[in-house]
């Protein structure tokens, strides 16, 4: 089974930290009918990447695809959450796969 795993940075404010558990409802739409959505903070609140991993682990996923959510391509999106996500993984026996950060579009009038 696969799942998709949205993560932030996480927030000692929960209503930052709510705005990627929305998104993971959305997202959840669009994915394939078996596939389980869910989210996970990098660090400052729970859950943790390595606690959603294991979790969801334990409802039978195989296979993750890990979706950072940040605004810029920085350290913890291309660098922090990969490496986390590869070693909850690897502890779960999953395979993985960890989606590029969007890079932002510059808007034209500033281009």
Not at 46 to 73: M, Q, W
Not at 89 to 108: F, I, Y
């Amino acid at each position: 089974m696969r799942a998709y795993l949205l993560v932030d940075h996480g927030s000692r404010l929960e209503a930052a930290n709510r705005v990627v558990e929305e998104v993971a409802r959305s997202l959840a739409a669009h994915v394939e009918p078996a596939a389980k959505v869910a989210f996970a903070h990098q660090e400052a609140a729970p859950p943790s990447i390595e606690e959603t991993v294991a979790s969801l682990a334990a409802e039978g996923v195989s296979e993750l695809v890990v979706i950072p959510f940040f605004l810029a391509p920085g350290k913890h999106a291309t660098s922090d959450v990969p490496r986390l996500a590869r070693e909850a993984a690897e502890r779960a026996g999953m395979t993985l796969e960890v989606l590029p950060p969007p890079l932002p579009e510059v808007p034209d009038e500033l281009a």
